[in-house]
């Protein structure tokens, strides 16, 4: 069954910041660490099961990326919760990067929230 989207379950893209200090290999040079916060301002409590994410790169490379949970914890939102974090992601140069967090509600029906679009830009000269 295709997850719906649940009016109010939303996620928001806090800060995005490009940090050359953390592991990156040579041909994704440029790592980028995102700010992220999953709300729930639904009236349904709802648990994190996955994300899925989808980086399209600037030279048309697609990378998607599927996952259980989200930096290792599955998040249970009651109604009027929220929960922030933060992971990073690696590129070859610009990209954008989007997807959705997947959850189920306390009755087992399976929703999502979409993960807004947001750019992945090296600092220019690198």
Request: aromatic share 8%.
């Amino acid at each position: 069954m295709q997850p719906r989207l649940l009016e109010g379950f939303g996620a928001t893209v806090d800060r995005v910041v490009h940090a050359p200090d953390l592991p990156a290999s040579p041909d994704q040079s440029h790592p980028f660490v995102y700010f992220m916060t999953i709300r729930n301002e639904s009236d349904r409590t709802v648990t994190v099961k996955g994300r899925k994410w989808v980086v399209r790169a600037e030279d048309g490379h697609v990378t998607a990326v599927e996952a259980d949970g989200v930096v290792g914890c599955f998040p249970r939102l009651e109604p009027g919760e929220q929960f922030s974090y933060n992971s990073y992601h690696t590129t070859a140069g610009r990209a954008v990067a989007e997807g959705a967090y997947l959850a189920v509600t306390e009755d087992g029906e399976a929703v999502m929230a979409l993960i807004p679009p947001f750019d992945l830009i090296p600092p220019e000269g690198l």
